[in-house]
């Protein structure tokens, strides 16, 4: 029985934004290791390594048990979308466009959520929503510039398996909320890892067997590790820790931020001037984010009431 006890929008609004950080980060950091590392390679030394490192903690500090055979079906059923077909569309189609392609494409997943979410009945078609996400979307354009957006015909294949990448995680999170009602979130990202490495080993294995250690530097070895450790076990944990107390949309919201994280980056790091643009593309952005995300307080109260409604009916059939 999912615990909702003591959540609060504020430690999910933080555990979001957490992630959009890491995903800010990790999509600098996946570059530089795919200038020396073969995408398929990078995929499956990041989903296997995730799965090892995800296993041996669950083994030790988590120790459910899945219940039936039809709940391991669906954890490998989402684990398709969520991380085979994601991570491998991601990074190959990172590795044949440009960065700045990549970031306003995967700027679409929110919209798509929406929609996917729609369809499938598991959110009310909200006008706040919608604006929202045209809002925030209009600050990515603000933000990065038209003059710096190319999508050239030498691009199109990246771009379109960056968009399907987009549209892949949004049926993850849309599919997978029902299981996170029944299982830690731990749980749950623990076996779509594991089954996430089967499927990726036949696409990547040749090319993870041809590597040479030794000719990969230091610095990119650092950037795997971060791939590994925060932008795989700790953001998909997290990640399922935010969707089991809230809506896909507003998990999905929180993508928008991570341009605007990477821009900060920039100026805090790199020495580069803060613009006008900048500062308003920032209000558009948080302004969007604000507006799908404006119920989730209510949407926790009534979380919260269906859990003692179950809890209730389950002491009564004993």
Same mark, same amino acid.
């Given at each position: 029985m999912t615990n909702f006890t003591r959540v609060t929008p504020l430690k999910i609004h933080l555990a979001l934004f957490t992630v959009s950080l890491i995903f800010g980060i990790s999509s600098v950091t996946s570059k530089i290791a795919l200038m020396e590392v073969n995408s398929y390679a990078l995929v499956v030394m990041r989903i296997s390594s995730a799965a090892i490192l995800l296993a041996i903690l669950h083994r030790f500090l988590i120790k459910e048990k899945i219940q039936t055979a039809r709940d391991y079906f669906l954890l490998a059923w989402y684990s398709i979308f969520g991380i085979v077909i994601n991570q491998m569309l991601f990074l190959k189609g990172l590795s044949l466009?440009?960065? =700045?392609?990549?970031?306003?494409?995967v700027t679409a997943i929110p919209v798509v959520?929406?929609?996917?979410?729609?369809?499938?009945?598991?959110?009310?078609?909200?006008?706040?929503?919608? =604006?929202?996400?045209?809002l925030s979307f209009i600050g990515i354009l603000v933000l990065l510039g038209?003059?710096?957006? !190319?999508?050239? !015909?030498?691009?199109?294949?990246?771009?379109?398996?960056?968009?399907?990448?987009?549209?892949?995680?949004?049926?993850?999170?849309? =599919?997978?909320? !029902?299981i996170l009602k029944r299982y830690k979130?731990?749980?749950?990202?623990?076996?779509?890892?594991?089954?996430? @490495?089967?499927?990726?080993?036949?696409?990547?294995?040749?090319?993870?067997?041809?590597?040479?250690?030794?000719?990969?530097?230091?610095?990119?070895?650092?950037? =795997?590790?971060?791939?590994?450790?925060?932008?795989?076990?700790?953001?998909?944990?997290?990640?399922?820790?935010?969707?089991?107390? @809230?809506?896909?949309?507003t998990v999905a919201a929180y993508i928008y931020i991570q341009p605007l994280i990477a821009t900060i980056i920039s100026v805090t790091w790199l020495g580069e001037t803060l613009k006008v643009s900048t500062v308003i593309a920032a209000a558009l952005i948080f302004g969007g984010v604000f507006l799908v995300s404006l119920k989730m307080r209510e949407e926790l109260r009534n979380d919260r009431e269906l859990d003692l409604i179950k809890e209730s009916v389950a002491l009564k059939e004993e």
């Open positions: 466009t440009t960065a =700045i392609n990549a970031t306003v494409l959520t929406i929609l996917i979410a729609i369809m499938m009945r598991k959110e009310k078609a909200s006008f706040r929503k919608i =604006i929202g996400s045209v038209s003059e710096r957006i !190319d999508f050239a !015909d030498q691009y199109f294949l990246g771009n379109l398996l960056v968009f399907l990448n987009g549209v892949s995680f949004a049926i993850y999170l849309v =599919i997978s909320k !029902d979130p731990a749980t749950v990202v623990t076996w779509n890892f594991i089954f996430g @490495t089967v499927g990726v080993l036949p696409f990547g294995w040749n090319e993870t067997l041809a590597l040479h250690p030794g000719e990969i530097s230091a610095v990119a070895w650092w950037c =795997i590790a971060f791939l590994i450790l925060f932008a795989s076990v700790l953001v998909y944990y997290i990640n399922g820790w935010a969707l089991q107390r @809230t809506t896909p949309s």
